[in-house]
Structure formats: structure tokens, C-alpha cells
């Protein structure tokens, strides 16, 4: 309910109420919201009140509008911890949802000067070059574009990448991955990045870039992650 008496402003208290109705289920996703004015009228509030809560739900992604139809309740976002290193097959599964990759390219290129660098190997040598548009339960997550030595990985085939690259290198290869230092910045949805990810032209997007070394401090991997941010949150554990 809205108390108006309280000193918490009354959009915050409708954002509050909505939000708890996600959380426990009473709203789900899909459901359409009922209008401004049936809030406005239900709470005794004015419609800018609702409206000022409506878009700041819209705004962190519990809600989502769609021209001339309504506002909705969106997908829960799915929730990244930043501790371990897993694989994304391994994060998907460990919710219960099933993983799978649309392989867009797949080659060995010659490895430019930047890749080089971070992988510590020599200018122009070999290296696969994987795009992959990374699902969850068949909706488009992550376009990633991962770099990998051939030297050092052999054997890479369109099949391997369209499962787990990190289950091969693990269990086929029988080499430890070691640790790895990922940066994450936002951004917005380039064309391509739109069309890959079924999201509109400028529509926000995580990048992350994850430089990977084996147990023997080899580098392995350079991938570059444009994750969907209407689906997408990362969480650490930060201790004092
Ligand atoms: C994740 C990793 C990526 C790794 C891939 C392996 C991030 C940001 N990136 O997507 O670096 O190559 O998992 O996944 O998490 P796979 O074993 O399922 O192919």
C-alpha cells in the first residue's frame, strides 16, 4: 500500500510495490501492467507519480514498453557472480537452462599485432578466430568473438565451438585452465550487435573482454563479449 504520510516519496513507494510483486511472482514476465490511470485511481495518485515510477522501473529493466501496445514485465535478468571462472555451457547449465551457440564465423587467420600481444605469440601466427552468438533456452545472450592460438590448441573443429571450447580444452586436451582478468565496460548496440542479439540499434550492451591464461600462466584465450544488458547483471562479493 502507499502511506502518505510517510517521508519515502510515493513514486518510490509504487516502484517498491511494484518491484516486490516481480519479486514474489504476482507479476510475471509478460503480464501487462495496468494503466497510469488505473494506478493513478487505485492509489489516489496523480498520473506523473505513476508515470515517474513506471519509467524508473523501465529504466533498471523490470519493465519494458512497447509502443502504442503497453508496459510489461520483462524477463528476469540473469545474475553473473565474478568469482569463479566458468565457461558460459557451465553457467547456463548450473541454472537449469540450456546452453547453445550459433556459430557465425569460424576460421584460422593470420593473428594481428593487438592479439599477438595478449597472447604472447609471434606476430602472424595462426590463430582461430570464433564468433559465436552465445542462447539461453534458445534466446540470444552474448555475441562473442574469441581468439585462440592454433598452435596451442590443436584441433578446434566447428563442431567443438559449437558446444564448450573449455570442455575440449579440459577434457579432450587434458589442459588446465588457470585464471583469467575480465574488464567490463558499457556500451551501446552496434548494428551488427543488434541483429546477432534481437535487440534494437543502441540499445545497451556489457562488454567484456576476458583474457584467459592456462595453470601455467600460457595465455590462452583473448574474447571479446558484448552481453545483452536487459538480460545481463554481474555480481561480486566484495569483503573488508
Ligand atoms: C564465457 C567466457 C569466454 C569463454 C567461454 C567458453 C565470459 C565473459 N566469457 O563465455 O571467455 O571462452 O565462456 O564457453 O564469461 P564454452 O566452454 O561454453 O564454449
Known amino acids: 500500500m502507499i502511506d502518505k504520510t510517510s517521508p519515502l516519496p510515493i513514486y518510490y513507494q509504487l516502484v517498491e510495490l511494484i518491484k516486490g510483486m516481480i519479486e514474489k511472482g504476482e507479476l510475471k514476465p509478460g503480464d501487462s501492467l495496468p494503466s497510469e490511470r488505473e494506478y493513478a485511481e487505485r492509489f489516489k495518485i496523480s498520473r506523473m507519480t505513476v508515470r515517474q515510477a513506471i519509467t524508473e522501473l523501465v529504466n533498471s529493466g523490470y519493465l519494458f514498453r512497447q509502443k502504442g501496445v503497453g508496459t510489461f514485465v520483462a524477463e528476469k535478468k540473469i545474475e553473473q557472480q565474478l568469482l569463479g571462472l566458468t565457461s558460459f555451457t557451465e553457467d547456463m547449465q548450473s541454472r537449469g537452462m540450456v546452453p547453445s551457440s550459433k556459430l557465425i564465423s569460424f576460421e584460422i587467420v593470420s593473428s594481428p599485432a593487438y592479439i599477438s600481444e595478449q597472447l604472447n605469440i609471434q606476430e602472424h601466427a595462426p590463430v582461430y578466430e570464433i564468433k559465436r552468438v552465445r542462447l539461453a533456452d534458445g534466446i540470444p545472450m552474448a555475441l562473442e568473438t574469441t581468439f585462440v592460438s592454433a598452435n596451442l590448441v590443436k584441433g578446434i573443429t566447428e563442431d567443438t565451438v559449437s558446444q564448450s571450447l573449455y570442455d575440449y580444452i579440459e577434457k579432450q586436451l587434458s589442459i588446465k585452465i588457470g585464471e583469467a582478468t575480465q574488464v567490463l ?20 550492451i556489457l562488454l567484456i573482454q576476458r583474457n584467459t591464461k592456462l595453470a601455467d600462466e600460457t595465455p590462452l584465450e583473448v574474447v571479446k563479449s558484448s552481453y545483452r544488458a536487459d538480460r545481463y547483471k554481474f555480481m561480486i562479493t566484495l569483503k573488508r
Not at 565496460?185 to 540499445?203: F, H, N, R, V
Open 185 to 204: 565496460e558499457s556500451s551501446i548496440a552496434t548494428q551488427q550487435e543488434s541483429q546477432y542479439l534481437k535487440i534494437k540499434k543502441g540499445s545497451p
